[in-house]
C-alpha cells in the first residue's frame, strides 16, 4: 500500500533529484524510487529506500554497482531485467560516505583501537520525510549534495568489471567437498 507520505517522496524524486542526475545519464523507475545508469553490462544504481514498521517516515540512500555475470543473483538465478541495488555484489550506503564532522576530528587524536573507529566512523543516516513537499525538497537538497560530492564518483570509482569481479569471488560460497 502506498501512503500519502511515500507519493510525496515519489513526486519530489520526480521533479526535484531526476533532472539532477539525469544530467549525469541516470533514469528513474518511480515505481521503485531508483534511478540506473547503463554503462555496457554495468548499471549504477541509487535506490531511495523507505523505511516500514519502526523506520516509516525515514529513507536512505543505497548505491549499487550490477554486472549480470557477477551479481548477487549469482548462476541460480534469473538475471533480472532491472536490476536493484539488492541485486547487486558491490553496494554501499550514501550516508557512510559522509565525511567525519569536526566533532569527530577531535577523537582522531586517540590512538588506534576500537574506541577511536567507534568515535570516527560516519553513521548510518535515515533521512525523515512527511507528505510535505517542501519538507522533503529541503531533506533532499542535503542528500543530493551528498550524491553528488560523494555519491557519483563512488559510484565511477566501483563501475569497473574488475572491482565487480573480485567482490563477487569473495561472496561466493567455497566450494564443498573435494
Known amino acids: 500500500m502506498t501512503t ?48 516500514v514498521r519502526f523506520m516509516e517516515g525515514q529513507f536512505t540512500v543505497n548505491l549499487g554497482v550490477f554486472h549480470p555475470q557477477f551479481s548477487a543473483v549469482g548462476p541460480w538465478g534469473s538475471v533480472p531485467p532491472k536490476p536493484h541495488e539488492y541485486d547487486c555484489v558491490v553496494r554501499h550506503r550514501l550516508s557512510m560516505l559522509r565525511p567525519p564532522g569536526t566533532v569527530h576530528s577531535v577523537f582522531a587524536l586517540l590512538p588506534n583501537g576500537l574506541l577511536k573507529r567507534w568515535l570516527t566512523t560516519p553513521r548510518d543516516r535515515w533521512w ?49 567437498g573435494a
Open 4 to 51: 500519502a507520505r511515500i507519493r510525496a517522496l515519489t513526486s519530489v524524486l520526480r521533479s526535484q533529484t531526476k533532472p539532477l542526475l539525469a544530467k549525469d545519464g541516470f533514469s528513474f523507475d518511480s515505481s521503485s524510487r531508483t534511478f540506473r545508469k547503463v554503462l555496457g553490462e554495468l548499471v549504477q544504481i541509487i535506490n531511495f529506500q523507505a523505511g
Open 128 to 176: 525523515r520525510f512527511t507528505g510535505n513537499e517542501d519538507q522533503i525538497k529541503a531533506e533532499l537538497r542535503d542528500v543530493e549534495a551528498l550524491l553528488k560530492s560523494r555519491g557519483l564518483p563512488w559510484l565511477a570509482e566501483h563501475c569497473n568489471i574488475a572491482v565487480v569481479k573480485e567482490a563477487y569471488e569473495e561472496r561466493r560460497p567455497a566450494p564443498t
